[in-house]
């Protein structure tokens, strides 16, 4: 029997083609009705995108809670490139999704992926919950969980490691003589960032510094939101600030370096920041931000591999976590012995 081919789909559906190219592979334009029904004639004609592809395809799923971590930032597209380029290496192709929690259902998911006939899904797991987990759990196919983790979870993941990234930040800050160091941490919780708070406290302890007693500010994880609550806290605040801060992204650092600069307060003179990630735009703010590199494509590529692994039957479940090194710009300034722990805040009328 003759393998159904996309365009007898199509004539079945009374469609054209590439509006059953555009439903299989989720993009817009398509209706609902229209979707379903060209979903239900693929599986009526036993249609497979295998049939004319060379290996079976990898399916990344990008998921979104908010769109408030997940955006279109130089990050995310480092690491898609990633995988991209592993996949063209491996000679699979690779289809994309995009999903939005929680308004997606488990059973709106498994036929989104019923025609495709995907060999495994990568998660972008970044703004995911640990209850989002179910959603996966009637997936016959090997998952890989991308920039997230998740304590007792039985799928594998690939992410970076962001207690140690965080701990070589704050840690550098020590180095450089600051004792008074606060944290900017993001309002809209996810693991990563929980883990980097675990860093931070951790690099504190570890040199004789209290966490608990850190200036903690939540800025809003975009450059508009988190320059916007900086200037607010800025502008409510007395008394001082500290010599340093550590932040838990680039985004945060530089909204939060725009807001300082706005005040009044000069990076690194009065104030020093250190972020992570290292985004392109670390080497155009003024002063250059100090941060820690994340290796973006290398976690994308290493997220393809895996995935590979568990499709030709590795039964062990790995985390595996991902190094990051220090790049040391301008923003962190070496304080001498005799200079305050802390600044004073002059409010910029």
Known sequence: MLKKTLKDVALAAGVSPATVSNALNNRRGVSDEIREKIFQTARELGYSRESGARKPAVRLVVLKRHGLVVSDTPFFAALIEGIEKQCRLQGHELLVSHIHLPETDRADLLQRFSTDHAAGVIILATEML???????SHLRIPVVLLDSRFLGCSYDCVLIDNEGAAFTATGHLVEQGHRSIGYLFSAVPIQNFLDRAAGF??????NGLQPESCCRIALEPTLEGACRDMNKVLAERSGTLPTAFFADNDIIACGAMKALQERGFRVPEDVSLVGIDDMPFCELTGPRLTTVRVFKQEIGGIAVRRLMEKIAGDPVVLQIEVGAELVVRDSVRR???????DKPINRKR
């Open 130 to 136: 640990p209850e989002d987990l179910a959603l996966l």
């Open 335 to 341: 304080l001498s012995i005799q200079e305050p722990s």
């Open 201 to 206: 406290r951790q690099a504190l302890r570890q």
